[in-house]
């Protein structure tokens, strides 16, 4: 069956509810992701897109969008979706992305990924660049979230980006 956007939609703030819940029960064995179906416009939300990045931030979850807006959609709107997912690590589907396969690829990528953590030297709270690099073999591709949260209030005393490496076939 086809996806097809229609209505008023509350993007961030279903983003904002997402990460709330996975934040609610955490579980260290278990990575935290939302997979998004949307056109990438918000029409309805209270909260920003700021905000909703940040959240699913601090939730730690990866974000797999999927656009399922009509051949007229914007490309800003393809844009908005593609940086929800690229900053929390995960994926965008273009429009004519397979849904069916666009979740095959979410779950392969959840499935080959893992996390990468270290010590900061030193502890600030506030948003860091991170850039993760190959080091002996070329032939790896690597993905992570271009950004991470410090914060002092957070429970966990190691912090680092959910990173998926994936190598090239």
Request: hydrophobic share 35%; charged share 20%.
């Amino acid at each position: 069956s086809a996806l097809r956007a229609d209505g008023l939609t509350p993007l961030y703030d279903a983003l904002m509810f997402g990460s709330t819940i996975l934040q609610s029960d955490p579980n260290p064995e278990a990575r935290n992701a939302m997979i998004v179906f949307s056109d990438g416009y918000d029409t309805a939300s209270t909260h920003s897109f700021d905000e909703a990045i940040e959240k699913s931030q601090r939730a730690g979850a990866q974000i797999y969008t999927v656009d399922s807006g009509n051949a007229t959609s914007a490309a800003e709107s393809a844009s908005v979706l593609c940086h929800l997912a690229l900053d929390s690590g995960g994926l965008c589907f273009a429009r004519s992305a397979d849904a069916d396969a666009a979740l095959e690829s979410v779950l392969l990528d959840l499935r080959a990924g893992f996390v990468l953590t270290y010590t900061l030297p030193q502890r600030t709270p506030r948003l860091h660049q991170v850039q993760v690099l190959p080091t002996t073999d070329p032939n790896l591709r690597l993905r992570s979230r271009q950004t991470y949260r410090d914060d002092r209030d957070q429970r966990s005393n190691v912090i680092g980006p959910q990173t998926s490496i994936l190598a090239d076939q």
